[in-house]
């Protein structure tokens, strides 16, 4: 299997010193941020909106990638390909014309990324994997860092990966939720790309090390 990415989640980090841990990333061995934007009603949850994203931006020298959480995501394709991301991820969920969606976020200049709930099937994509950048299998219900895996998340991205050979795509597979230790290289064998970590790294008392740690599993 291929090497594996990591993308540690700010949600996870501690706001008062944002600015340190945007640079902990940086110096780090991990691949991209991930930036989580909820908005209270498509999750029973509010994060951070764009004034964040725009500081953490001026900071970040990797990759941003960033999940919406929100209903209506067209409404901001803009502004987030202004702000400087390089992939705008919107859920299958929250999408009524999804292809239009992500024409759009091509169009911005963006990497366009579909999110699928813990109970939307990855099949629901064979008609426009071609059309995908990057899907994002949520490996917990969104909404909130620091949940247990849900286990069934192997087999979806089993599913997928077969779905991305088929149709000769080069769509990334991330994971998104409770990815730890024990469960990294497990998941990179079995097909994913892209893992997502946000309480594992930053409630590690030396981060650098945890991240260091977890690429060497999955590299
Ligand atoms: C959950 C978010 C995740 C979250 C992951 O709704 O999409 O990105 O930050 O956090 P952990 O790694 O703690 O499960
Ligand atoms: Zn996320």
Redesign the pocket.
């Known amino acids: 299997m291929g090497k594996g990415l990591l993308a540690p989640?700010l949600?996870?980090a501690d706001f008062a010193n944002l600015g340190r841990d945007v640079d902990m990333v940086n110096q780090s061995e991990a691949d991209w941020f991930?930036l989580?934007i909820?908005d209270g009603v498509f999750?029973p949850n509010i994060s951070f909106g764009m004034p964040v994203v725009k500081a953490i931006a001026q900071k970040a020298n990797k990759t941003l990638d960033v999940?919406l959480?929100i209903v209506n995501p067209d409404r901001y394709i803009q502004t987030f390909a202004d702000l400087g991301a390089n992939y705008l991820t919107v859920h299958y969920e929250a999408c009524t014309h999804l292809h239009r969606t992500l024409q759009a976020i091509k169009a911005a200049g963006m990497k366009a990324g579909v999110a699928l709930n813990p109970h939307t099937s990855v099949h629901l994509l064979e008609d426009t994997i071609a059309d995908i950048d990057l899907v994002c299998l949520?490996s917990?219900n969104?909404?909130?860092?620091?949940?247990s895996f849900i286990e069934n998340t192997y087999a979806k991205v089993a599913a997928l990966r077969e779905i991305i050979e088929k149709k000769g795509t080069q769509t990334l597979i991330e994971i998104?939720?409770?990815?730890q230790a024990h469960n990294a290289k497990k998941l990179v064998d079995t097909g994913a790309d892209v893992l997502?970590?946000?309480?594992?790294v930053f409630n590690s008392d030396q981060p650098i090390e945890t991240i260091k740690d977890l690429k060497a599993q999955i590299a």
């Open positions: 989640s949600l996870a991930h989580d909820m999750v999940h959480m949520m917990v969104p909404g909130f860092g620091g949940q998104d939720g409770g990815v997502v970590a946000g309480s594992f």
